[in-house]
């Protein structure tokens, strides 16, 4: 049974800083191509950031230069390292691993509020 399993979410000041996690079991780890998603309430869900199985990466314009994916395959592991966080970040964040077949977590809200 595959299982994607998002943790780190939670409530942080704007200009503050969050790591999550998403622990992955069930699949062939490095084969697949991992993907951070995050949707606000009435609307779409939108890509955040990928990493591909050769560690090359891809992010979306409003998270450059502050958000930063890693992967760990020897621990099965996707990053999503979060800096200056601000109010329009909030959201539940993703986690999602693609190849053969798409995968997905059950999201980790992440609220950026004084």
């Known amino acids: 049974q595959v299982q994607l399993v998002e943790s780190g979410g939670g409530l942080v000041q704007p200009g503050g800083s969050l790591r999550l996690s998403c622990a992955a079991s069930g699949i062939i780890f490095s084969r697949y191509y991992l993907n951070w998603y995050r949707q606000v309430p009435g609307k779409q869900r939108e890509l955040v950031a990928s990493?591909?199985?050769?560690?090359?990466?891809h992010y979306e314009d409003s998270v450059k230069g502050r958000f930063t994916v890693s992967r760990d395959n020897a621990k099965n592991t996707c990053y999503l390292q979060m800096d200056n966080l601000q109010p329009e970040d909030t959201a539940v964040y993703y986690c999602n691993a693609r190849w053969a077949s798409d995968f997905w977590g059950q999201g980790t809200q992440v609220t950026v509020a004084s």
């Open positions: 990493i591909h199985t050769s560690h090359s990466t």
